[in-house]
């Protein structure tokens, strides 16, 4: 009777111990910190979606400059964690998004650390086996030709293109609620992608806006501190006490975030390579992903 009860508490244990990865999926069987974030919009159908950011992913072949090579072999082992280049970890997730259940998988900048002929196919290569519709919104190392010869701004611009849909602003536009993706947003904005801000954001809809660099609060001083913390002190946001001062295109939908009447109810970014969240403004919330090549997805589920 003894073993009996020995084993059955060995069995509850091994239950348990399973049940804590099995309740973040494929993600947390495979290691993967889940950062899940839930939202309440008043959605009659729930939303469900995968976040993936900042993978920055590497590869060191002969297109990197023949004087950058050593320093890119050990940049490749910078961005290594747990074993797996960003290469490697590139290869396995695809399969991993597909057994979970989700909407769309947001893709929220820097998944490349250089475009290059190599990196976008293996990124292109991945995504075409995806089940589920992709919105990926770029940053400066999606576009850049760091550490090779020279840039191609044509040439990046086309690659990147063969990914994704890859205009200034990227739409989403669901029964309920739209996705509404910021593309390079470490620039600024244009007067003609203003216009098209404001059509989205007076059709009477929710709108989440998914962006590579975060917005600074209306007010508060929480997103300050944290970037200060975790980036030597630097404000790597645009708006409130940012870097960077936004042009008057990048004002105005700022503002429009800020407004009172705003339907913005989240703000969903990357690039800290660190996690974040609190109120960017009255309405809506920001939330600040952890990097992909840390081991780090996310969830947003929205009700």
């Not at 947390?28 to 979606?49: Q, W």
């Not at 002190?233 to 939908?253: Q, V």
Request: hydrophobic share 40%; charged share 25%.
């Amino acid at each position: 009777m003894r073993k009996i009860r020995v084993a059955a508490v060995l069995l509850c244990l091994l239950f348990m111990c399973g049940c804590a990865n099995c309740e973040n999926g494929a993600f947390g069987d495979a290691g993967y910190t889940v950062d899940e974030v839930n939202l309440e919009v008043g959605l009659e159908k729930p939303i469900r979606l995968i976040v993936v950011n900042d993978l920055h992913l590497q590869i060191n072949n002969d297109e990197i400059a023949p004087d950058q090579k050593e320093f890119m072999t050990n940049r490749v082992q910078e961005f290594a964690t747990d074993g797996l280049t960003t290469e490697k970890r590139w290869k396995k997730l695809p399969a991993l998004i597909n057994k979970e259940e989700a909407d769309y998988v947001l893709f929220v900048g820097d998944m490349l650390d250089f475009n290059s002929e190599a990196t976008t196919s293996a990124l292109r290569e991945g995504v075409e086996k995806f089940n589920k519709p992709l919105l990926y919104v770029r940053a400066d190392h999606d576009i850049e030709n760091y550490w090779q010869p020279a840039n191609d701004w044509v040439k990046s611009m086309e690659r990147q293109a063969s990914i994704s849909d890859n205009s200034a602003l990227i739409v989403a536009e669901l029964e309920e609620i739209i996705l509404m993706g910021v593309n390079y947003s470490q620039n600024d904005i244009t007067e003609e992608t203003l216009e098209q801000i404001k059509d989205v954001m007076g059709r009477g809809k929710p709108v989440i806006v998914v962006m590579h660099i975060p917005i600074g609060q209306d007010e508060g001083t929480e997103l300050q501190a944290r970037s200060e913390e975790v980036r030597g002190g630097r404000h790597l946001y645009i708006g409130r006490g940012g870097e960077k001062e936004p042009n008057a295109y990048t004002a105005a939908f700022i503002d429009m975030i800020y407004a009172d009447d705003s339907p913005v109810v989240a703000v969903l970014t990357g690039h800290l390579h660190a996690k974040w969240e609190g109120n960017v403004s009255k309405n809506a919330i920001e939330h600040i992903f952890a990097p992909c090549y840390m081991n780090n997805i996310g969830i947003v589920n929205i009700e």
